[in-house]
């Protein structure tokens, strides 16, 4: 089962930011939030992830709280083409260990 | 190039068929893996294989066979279909060592069984 909480949809106006929160207050200290979208049914795409300190690149930036408990993904000016769902996902920093999805967040960017 | 390509990336068949789809990635990862997306959108792990060796297999029914002959291939066979096979189902690859864990995924093959 997954291991967040996300709300089930949002919305945002295009060049505005958008900010996605998810809980995983069951978070242990070997394990790393990463965040994950789907463009309509394409296959997932991989966005940021972090332990503790927050990170930014290209994509997003991600805020992650001092107890680690919540985190959001702040994508800086919405476009139209980031309309999708976003995946929050807790993982053991290990390569080769399988993602669990949860429901992700519907996220809807309009003009 | 593609990084992860799967085919057929449409799939339509009858009931009580056998048939397979394929995965290849570039990327020189030790790690592949199938994910099935239901009617619900919700994806769900089925196998992983490192370096050829199943990893997962998640209670996935036995007419799900996975085969890799090779860590650059992870093909999915699936006997005797059902109507409740129909879905969209994923490859993905990630590095099975070192410090990146960034998975890359596949366009996606849809299955639909009638």
């Known amino acids: 089962d997954a291991k967040t909480t996300q709300p089930p949809s949002m919305d945002c106006a295009e060049g505005r930011a958008a900010n996605l929160p998810c809980n995983h207050s069951t978070i242990s200290g070997n394990e790393y939030v990463y965040w994950y979208r789907q463009i309509h049914s394409q296959g997932p795409q991989y966005i940021i992830h972090g332990l503790k300190n927050n990170e930014t690149n290209e994509m997003a930036s991600l805020i992650i709280t001092e107890d680690r408990k919540s985190s959001t993904l702040i994508l800086p000016h919405a476009t139209l083409r980031d309309t999708a769902v976003y995946y929050c996902i807790v993982r053991v920093y290990q390569a080769g260990t399988a993602l669990i999805f949860g429901k992700g967040t519907t996220l809807s960017v309009s003009s | 190039d593609t990084a992860v390509s799967q085919t057929p990336k449409y799939l339509v068949t009858q009931m009580g068929n056998d048939k397979s789809i394929k995965c290849e990635q570039n990327l020189g990862h030790d790690t592949m893996y199938w994910y099935k997306q239901d009617s619900k959108k919700f994806l769900k792990i089925m196998f992983s294989y490192n370096n050829k060796e199943l990893i997962i297999n998640e209670t996935v029914p036995n007419r799900f066979s996975p085969k890799s002959p090779d860590k650059a291939h992870l093909n999915l066979h699936i006997n005797s279909l059902e109507l409740g096979d129909s879905a969209v189902y994923f490859c993905?690859?990630?590095?099975?060592?070192?410090?990146?864990?960034?998975?890359?995924f596949g366009q996606g093959t849809r299955l639909t069984v009638v």
């Open positions: 993905a690859s990630s590095p099975g060592t070192g410090m990146n864990t960034e998975a890359f």
